[in-house]
Nanobody, 131 residues
């Protein structure tokens, strides 16, 4: 059974930092590209970043470029989203998603996974940035 669990969210003041973690079990972790998405109340889920299976390719949304950084530790089955200089508009539920690297999820740019990608989603972790 595949489990994807995000953690590390919380309340932080504008300008602060957080590190989100995503712990995965039940699959061969380094066969998967990983994406981070977020959804604010009343808004659509939007892509934030992705990191490919090897950790050597990463892409970021313009809104977080230069402030957020993805990393992964394949030995620990974990991936991270390092967030700096947080802004109130970063407030959202943050989700981790895994897609097999065979689907070219994080090879050229950010994209949303489709049902044909058979993605594995976590339940999310809340990030709230106060002004």
């Amino acid at each position: 059974q595949v489990q994807v669990v995000e953690s590390g969210g919380g309340l932080v003041q504008a300008g602060g930092s957080l590190r989100l973690s995503c712990t995965v079990s039940g699959l061969t972790f380094d066969d998967y590209d990983i994406g981070w998405f977020r959804q604010a109340p009343g808004k659509e889920r939007e892509e934030v970043s992705c990191i490919n299976w090897s950790g050597f390719k990463m892409y970021y949304a313009e809104s977080v470029e230069g402030r957020f950084f993805s990393s992964r530790n394949n030995a620990k089955n974990m991936t991270y989203l390092h967030m700096y200089d947080l802004k109130p508009e970063d407030t959202a539920m943050y989700y981790c998603v895994l897609v097999s690297h065979l689907h070219d999820f994080c090879i050229y740019s950010l994209r949303r996974p489709t049902s044909s990608d058979s993605p594995y989603w976590g339940l999310g972790t809340q990030v709230t940035v106060s002004s």
